[in-house]
């Protein structure tokens, strides 16, 4: 006992570093979204405004069907079958838009909290959806998850981001005194 209280190991080195490294790298995952689930169509014919793509809106019905046909969660199968599917054109702008921001969020670390948040929730949803799949499906979203948590609860964008660059320059603003960053 005397001899391994003896052997030290190395410290932790900088670990609001590899945090905040964390967090970009998941939102880098996360605004992949930009690029495969939005686009830019023309509002009124002149006015460029982002929408979730032809693709995503044409595919995210049929891969909830999948999701729901074989879930053993009665209440949200039944929640993706009675609701999601037939409102896919909102929940196709939800998902998209509300990855992009996670992304957005978390890659800059701005309003980290919020983001991670949102990540949870999205994440949570999708989890739910696909958890009757296997064990990889399980392992990715459980992984994810408890990440997001880490990111929020250790405030990893006051590292490396916005948030911590707001509460350094100015700490008297909004932005620094809420808990959403």
Not at 76 to 105: C, D, W
Not at 124 to 134: D, H, M, P, R, T
Not at 137 to 166: C, E, K, N, P
Request: glycine content about 10%; charged content about 10%; some cysteine.
């Amino acid at each position: 006992m005397d001899s391994q209280a003896s052997v030290s190991s190395p410290p932790l080195r900088s670990p609001e570093r590899w945090l905040a490294f964390l967090r970009i790298a998941i939102g880098l995952w996360f605004v992949k979204a930009l690029f495969t689930k939005l686009s830019v169509i023309l509002l009124w014919g002149f006015l460029p405004v982002p929408s979730a793509s032809d693709r995503w809106i044409h595919l995210m019905p049929i891969l909830v069907a999948k999701y729901a046909e074989g879930n053993p969660v009665a209440l949200f199968r039944e929640f993706m079958q009675k609701v999601v599917i037939p409102h896919s054109n909102l929940f196709a702008q939800l998902t998209a838009f509300g990855e992009t921001a996670v992304g957005l969020g978390l890659v800059f670390g701005c309003l980290t909290a919020m983001a991670s948040g949102i990540g949870m929730f999205l994440v949570l949803n999708y989890g739910l959806a696909v958890q009757w799949q296997g064990s990889a499906q399980q392992g990715f979203h459980y992984t994810l998850l408890v990440s997001l948590v880490a990111i929020m609860a250790s405030r990893a964008g006051r590292h490396w981001g916005v948030d911590g660059w707001v509460r350094t320059r100015h700490s008297g603003s909004w932005l620094a005194r809420t808990r959403l960053g």
